[in-house]
């Protein structure tokens, strides 16, 4: 008798080790698709490294690849880490259960504890989220230079919370992730160098447009800027606007990322030192309009 009240018990523990087994072998498995989903998820972000061949120039190439490729490392942590505590955690109650725990105390005490955690935390996970998402769209990265709504600078540090800026004046901001509702990059893949010039409504305009076309097609083809900060060859946008002050003429060039604005500022220099040489005098703002003093009574 006593004989079979322990084989029957030696049954039920095999049965219980058999039925954790068989928890911890569905977890490694679910684990392991969850992996190759994730894997998937983060080739998408490999692959556009792909589409750098229509990028204009050649040297931000290398760059963009490795950018590419850290996202993806980034993500597929991240990812895999949420998606194995996940399973795992679950297994784990799964297993607490088979061994006759009673998981109400602890299940009770969970959700108070979450729904506390949840109303602290809330903005974290807005956060995360949020960060999550520019990684996996590519919205931007360390060092490009982007206007974030709240703060613009340029992206000295970015974690799943919060992306650190410096500004022009070299003020550090410190922006959560989750209050960014739009983003502007000036610095992705290419930009454009745009470059007004005003002159005076009866000076000579097809002069002056020519000298400035002249000047930035010199400038695009000089070596140290062509196909390093420059790619391809200036848009000539002609009048672009009658004002008080003169006719806009406009030019715009492509270029490297953030290099528009060191090729707008070689650009005026030369095409003031053109006009100078060719004569062409430009605008200047109309002085401030004079109020009359009232009349005395």
């Known amino acids: 008798m006593i004989a079979f009240e322990l084989t029957d018990r030696w ?3 095999l049965a219980s080790v058999g039925r954790i ?4 072998l569905i977890a490694i498995v679910l684990n392991a698709i969850a992996r190759r989903v994730v894997g998937r998820i983060v080739a998408t972000v490999r692959s556009a490294a792909k ?3 229509r990028v204009p120039g050649t040297l931000i190439r290398a760059e963009q690849a490795q950018r590419a490729e850290a996202r993806a490392r980034t993500l597929s942590s991240v990812l895999r880490s949420l998606a ?6 679950i297994a784990l109650l799964v297993v607490l259960g088979e061994l006759d725990i009673n998981l109400a105390p602890l299940i009770a005490g969970a959700g108070v504890a979450s729904i506390a955690v949840g109303f602290g935390a809330q903005s974290l996970v807005r956060d995360v989220v949020a960060g999550i998402f520019v990684l996996l769209e590519d919205q931007y990265g360390v060092g490009d230079t982007i206007d974030a709504g709240v703060a613009n600078g340029q992206v000295e540090h970015f974690t799943l919370r919060a992306t650190r800026l410096r500004d022009a004046a070299g003020t550090v901001w410190h922006v959560p992730n989750g209050i960014i509702e739009r983003v502007g990059n000036k ?5 454009r160098a745009v470059v007004d010039v005003v002159v005076p409504m009866d000076a000579d305009v097809r002069a002056a447009r020519s000298v400035f076309v002249a000047v930035a097609e010199a400038l695009a083809a000089e070596d140290g800027w062509a196909g390093e900060r ?8 002609g009048v672009q606007a009658f004002g008080a002050s003169g006719v806009t003429l406009r030019v715009v060039l492509e270029t490297e990322p953030a290099a528009q604005w060191v090729v707008e500022r070689e650009l005026r220099l030369r095409v003031k030192e053109a006009f100078d040489e060719a004569g062409i005098v430009m605008a200047t703002q109309p002085p401030p309009a004079q109020i009359p003093p009232p009349p005395a009574r």
Do not use: C, K, M
């Open 51 to 53: 589409e750098l061949d």
């Open 230 to 237: 420059i790619s391809g060859v200036p848009d000539d946008q």
């Open 187 to 191: 610095s992705q893949n290419w930009a």
């Open 11 to 13: 049954r039920d523990v």
């Open 21 to 24: 087994a068989l928890v911890a």
């Open 84 to 89: 194995s505590v996940t399973i795992f955690l």
